[in-house]
């Protein structure tokens, strides 16, 4: 079984940086595809960004390209959400997600979910 911890997340301003964090135990961390899910009141649950096992493939919802960065240290079973120039519409709960499989983009391979944390950026 995996567990995973976010941790990181607070009240900012607009325009201010945070950077989320995810450690994971148990099971192979190495081997999966690892992703940072947000949800925001009264909306769907929506990914942000997705990495391969390797950290070398990575994908980014339109909205955060350039502003996110997604990174992975597998030797600490960890990783790592840079969030910069954050906007109100960026509010939300954040979830770190792992699915057991080389490469996946569907949330319902995503078999392992931390419990969030809150990120609320002010105008």
């Known amino acids: 079984q995996v567990q995973l911890v976010e941790s990181g997340g607070g009240l900012v301003q607009a325009g201010d940086s945070l950077r989320l964090s995810c450690t994971a135990s148990?099971?192979?961390?190495?081997?999966?595809?690892m992703a940072w899910f947000r949800q925001a009141p009264a909306k769907e649950r929506t990914f942000v960004s997705i990495?391969?096992?390797?950290?070398?493939?990575?994908i980014y919802l339109d909205s955060v390209e350039g502003r996110f960065t997604m990174s992975r240290h597998n030797a600490n079973n960890t990783v790592f959400l840079q969030m910069k120039n954050l906007t109100p519409e960026d509010t939300a709960v954040y979830y770190c997600?792992?699915?057991?499989?080389?490469?996946?983009?569907?949330?319902?391979?995503?078999?392992?979910w931390g419990q969030g944390t809150q990120v609320t950026v002010s105008a």
């Open positions: 990495m391969d096992p390797s950290g070398i493939r990575s």
């Open positions: 997600a792992a699915a057991p499989t080389p490469w996946t983009v569907y949330s319902s391979h995503f078999h392992f």
């Open positions: 148990g099971g192979t961390f190495k081997t999966y595809t």
